[in-house]
Nanobody
Framework: QVQLVESGGGSVQAGGSLRLSCAASGRTISTYVTAWFRQAPGKEREFVAAISWTGVSTNYADSVKGRFTISRDNAKNTVFLQMNSLKPEDTAVYYC?????????????????WGRGTQVTVSS
């Protein structure tokens, strides 16, 4: 079993930055595709970014391209999401997800392991 714990959320003003971390335990996720999703109040959970287990391949939602960067440190069993130029519409609970799959996926159903989320609030 893999346990995922997100951290780094908080409240920032528009234009600010935050760095989210997702620490895995129970098993190494060095061979797992890992992703970030988010869910705003009253909305469905949506894909934000994903990274292959090698770290070579990444994929981003159009809404965050050029502003967010996903990365991983397999030695620390941790995945990161650097969020710059934050906008009020980025306000949501951010979830880390992982799956032992061969390729990046953008659907929530593709991931077996989920964290409990961390709140990000961006004020205008």
């Amino acid at each position: 079993q893999v346990q995922l714990v997100e951290s780094g959320g908080g409240s920032v003003q528009a234009g600010g930055s935050l760095r989210l971390s997702c620490a895995a335990s129970g098993r190494t996720i060095s061979t797992y595709v890992t992703a970030w999703f988010r869910q705003a109040p009253g909305k469905e959970r949506e894909f934000v970014a994903a990274i292959s287990w090698t770290g070579v391949s990444t994929n981003y939602a159009d809404s965050v391209k050029g502003r967010f960067t996903i990365s991983r440190d397999n030695a620390k069993n941790t995945v990161f999401l650097q969020m710059n130029s934050l906008k009020p519409e980025d306000t949501a609970v951010y979830y880390c997800a992982a799956d032992r799959r061969l390729s990046i996926a953008t659907l929530t159903s593709a991931y077996d392991y989920w964290g409990r989320g961390t709140q990000v609030t961006v004020s205008s």
